[in-house]
């Protein structure tokens, strides 16, 4: 759970920088999905009687100094009373540089000790780590080179402040050379280590000479190289804070002055407003810096805290074709037409699966797009980092943006031509948008019509008017045959007619199950509002009397845990998945997926809350409290979590809050930010015309 994630929006840097539980998380260079740093915070001691860790033993406070820049600020203030350290983060558009402004305050005239304490993960992990002091410049210095996706990356960085490190040693996690482990014996850096013997998990500290109240710069360069790493940091710190900050936020400026103005539907209330800025930001900020397009679903890596950072994991820091689309449609609401471009460009140009290729337990078609891919897309990526399995919503989702967007030349009309031929021979039964059971499902249907609705007007702008033809004839027959496929008469809640979430023989009324960790259950027993997608789309008009239907009954199914629907004494109104996920935390002790032998539950989805708000305002009605249901979901950072908790509050989790999963999630910022667009239009601003033209005419 991120609570800041900041890059700059113009220059050449290629640094991300994260904020977790009040210290500094993954940095990312040079590509959105390699992080180089487990975390790093200070130590603060008194020489004689304690030693702390800023992450444990302050409160955090999170705020932005610029509200139109990820520039966020976070004061950390002791719990002891004694001392309270505030960091500012930007990074430099002109450097790959993270750059940090500290000031240290000694809250009761004591005299402490300040260590900067960092723990590297090369090149996307910990495990086989160098690590050094260069006298010459004051820095520490780390390196690794890993292979990581069909060719060597190495990376080094350089650490160093504004005041010089009065000390300073490398060393092993939880060796005797690990300066935490010294401090904790000595009060003091009684071990100190210009260098190690050889790779391994290392650490790195510096001690800072503080007064009672001293500010000073911390500047974190990366670089292919010693030279290159040590210039960045050094010509950032020349340069100084105020410099640097200047044009992180210049940058930032620029890409706001060709947006539209936050819509009227945000900007009576401050949270809600805030929560647009960073979404609409926060989408921009995941594009990565050398592969035009390709934005990284989140940051983040689901229950982190649990994972082990010896090697590359790779989390949300992947492109999903889904979740691309629906970051994009979040940037056209704000007015960015270029980056959304981009993105289709990298689905067609990187991640179009051209000749068959191998995934993690399946081999992907001609035709076909991969669960995700690195942001290089799927050339250099193992079978691994393309997973499994393939979903062809994604495909579709492909050729709506390539429509929306006006990526319609006949280049890129051969790859589309090739796609909807693959969906039109191989759907409409596909693995589902939760990428845990396959089958016929409403909310991949409706992307699929969608996809070869959009093909065959693609097709005919290139004068293929057979293949138009044949793919709206398939559209047309699958729309048809939706409700026969998915749509049950007999099932367990409300009025027992409803859509099912996925049905794998396309008969509602039978007996098959799904089985998840607690048990197997009739498919037409097991619900989402997936079905919701037929209205957004264009498949289906709003007052549709089966999608109507539908709403009372799955808002109501119950899983022993909680219903599907769940609203908040304060009236903000949120959805699981569906009945019987497990996807989420224990209810004993908070412990996180996977659930490693005991019962875990999903927890509440804001983004759900968008869906239903876009369903609400199609029909004429209000959509106000999903936006501010998803507003209030935000956490301190203003981004939107994945999950929040969905019971009353236990030791780890509140209510409505985030919990462990990830934050943010960038599908869900650009539900948001939709939403918030589409409230002061109207109407849905992503309903694709030339869908809800063809079938709602």
């Known amino acids: 759970d991120k609570s800041a994630v900041g890059t700059t929006a113009r220059g050449t840097s290629k640094v991300w920088y994260t904020v977790a539980n009040g210290i500094t998380s993954e940095v990312f260079y040079p590509r959105a999905d390699v992080p180089n740093m487990q975390d790093m915070q200070y130590v603060v001691t008194d020489g004689s009687s304690f030693v702390d860790l800023e992450r444990d033993a302050t409160t955090h406070v999170v705020s932005m100094p610029d509200a139109q820049a990820l520039e966020y600020t976070v004061t950390n203030t002791a719990k002891s009373g004694k001392y309270k350290i505030t960091n500012t ?21 004591g005299k402490y000790q300040l260590y900067l304490l960092a723990n590297p993960s090369m090149a996307g992990g910990g495990a086989h780590d160098n690590a050094w002091f260069d006298s010459s410049s004051g820095a520490l210095l780390a390196s690794d080179t890993q292979t990581l996706f069909g060719s060597p990356l190495a990376v080094t960085s350089a650490l160093r402040v504004s005041t010089g490190f009065s000390a300073h040693d490398n060393g ?6 690990d300066c935490l482990v010294d401090l904790r014996a000595h009060k003091s850096l009684a071990n100190q280590f210009d260098g190690i013997s050889g790779p391994g998990n290392v650490v790195q500290c510096g001690q800072i000479p503080v007064s009672t109240d001293t500010t000073f710069t911390v500047s974190l360069g990366y670089g292919s190289d010693t030279a290159s790493a040590l210039s960045a940091s050094g010509g950032s710190l020349s340069d100084g804070f105020g410099t640097v900050e200047s044009g992180f936020r210049s940058g930032w400026q620029g890409y706001w002055s060709g947006l539209k103005q936050p819509p009227a539907s945000v900007t009576g209330n401050q949270r809600e407003l805030s929560s647009y800025d960073v979404a609409v930001m926060e989408l921009h900020a995941a594009e990565d810096k050398t592969n035009p397009g390709a934005s990284v679903a989140g940051f983040a890596t689901p229950w982190g805290d649990d994972v082990n950072g010896d090697n590359l994991n790779d989390g949300y820091h992947r492109v999903w074709g889904r979740d691309l689309y629906e970051q994009a449609t979040g940037l056209l609401a704000a007015g960015d037409t270029a980056q959304p471009l981009r993105m289709a460009k990298f689905l067609w140009d990187k991640q179009f699966i051209a000749t068959s290729t191998p995934g993690d337990g399946t081999t992907y078609p001609p035709g076909s797009f991969p669960r995700y891919s690195p942001v290089s897309g799927v050339s250099g990526a193992s079978a691994q980092q393309l997973g499994c399995c393939e979903q062809l919503d994604q495909d579709s989702y492909a050729i709506v943006l390539a429509k929306l967007t006006g990526l319609t030349d006949s280049g890129t009309y051969a790859k589309i031509k090739q796609t909807a031929n693959h969906i039109q021979s191989t759907g409409p039964k596909t693995t589902e948008r939760w990428e845990e059971q396959s089958g016929a499902s409403p909310s991949s249907i409706a992307a699929e019509i969608a996809g070869l609705t959009s093909a065959a007007s693609i097709a005919t702008s290139n004068g293929d008017s057979a293949s138009a033809k044949s793919w709206q004839a398939t559209a047309d027959s699958w729309r048809s045959s939706l409700a026969s496929w998915t749509y049950t008469t007999s099932g367990y809640w409300g009025e027992h007619q409803y859509y099912e ?28 509002m997936g079905f919701l997608e037929l209205v957004r789309l264009g498949v289906e008009p709003a007052t549709d009397a089966n999608v109507a239907a539908s709403i009372a009954p799955t808002e109501s199914a119950f899983d022993g845990n909680s219903s599907v629907k769940v609203t908040l004494s304060n009236g903000d109104v949120y959805f699981h998945r569906y009945n019987h996920d497990n996807y989420g935390e224990s209810n004993a002790n908070c412990s996180g997926w996977p659930a490693n032998g005991s019962q875990r539950f999903g927890r509440l989805w804001p983004v759900l809350s968008g869906e239903r708000g876009e369903y609400e305002l199609a029909n004429g009605r209000s959509a106000n409290v999903y936006l501010r249901s998803m507003a209030d979901a935000t956490n301190d950072g203003f981004f939107v979590p994945e999950q929040i908790w969905d019971r009353s509050d236990v030791s780890c989790y509140s209510l409505g809050r985030p919990t462990g999963s990830a934050a943010p999630l960038n599908w869900a910022e650009g539900q948001y930010v939709r939403l918030a667009q589409s409230i002061s239009a109207g109407h849905n601003v992503d309903t694709p015309q030339v869908v809800s033209r063809h079938y709602q005419h």
């Open 172 to 177: 092993y996690s939880g060796a005797a050379s």
């Open 89 to 109: 983060y930007v990074t430099d558009p002109n450097r790959d540089t993270l750059v940090i402004n500290t000031r240290f305050q000694s809250l009761d005239g």
């Open 501 to 528: 979430r996925v049905d794998s023989d396309q008969n509602p009324n039978d007996t098959d199950q799904l089985c998840f960790q607690e048990g197997c259950y009739y498919q037409h027993d097991v619900v989402d």
